[in-house]
């Protein structure tokens, strides 16, 4: 199993920038894929970012495609995501996510989450 622990929310004007963090415990070693989401309230969980363990191959969704980075620390213990050039669209809870499984393709799939932080983005 594998505990997830999401840091690095707050506050941020437009344009602006955060760099969240996930600390992962357990065992990390054949984790296929770990990803970020986020949810606003009233809408759904929108799959945000992925990065693929074996060779850190990464996907974006549309709506943050060149504005935010997935990456890993080299021992795969710890998950960031940075985000740059922020909107007040962005503003959501963020959780990262983790599976053991061979697909990354929707929330389904991830066997395991963290509590979630919360970033608000002001205009």
């Known amino acids: 199993q594998v505990q997830l622990v999401e840091s690095g929310g707050g506050s941020v004007q437009a344009g602006g920038s955060l760099r969240l963090s996930c600390a992962a415990f357990?065992?990390?070693?054949?984790?296929?894929?770990m990803a970020w989401f986020r949810q606003a309230p009233g809408e759904e969980r929108e799959r945000v970012a992925v990065i693929y363990s074996a060779d850190r191959r990464t996907y974006y969704g549309d709506s943050v495609k060149g504005r935010f980075t997935i990456s890993q620390d080299s021992a795969k213990t710890t998950l960031y995501l940075q985000m740059n050039t922020l909107k007040p669209e962005d503003t959501a809870m963020y959780y990262c996510?983790?599976?053991?499984?061979?697909?990354?393709?929707?929330?389904?799939?991830?066997?395991?989450w963290g509590q979630g932080t919360q970033v608000t983005v002001s205009s």
């Open positions: 357990g065992y990390t070693y054949s984790v296929y894929c």
């Open positions: 996510a983790a599976t053991y499984g061979a697909s990354c393709q929707s929330q389904s799939n991830f066997d395991y």
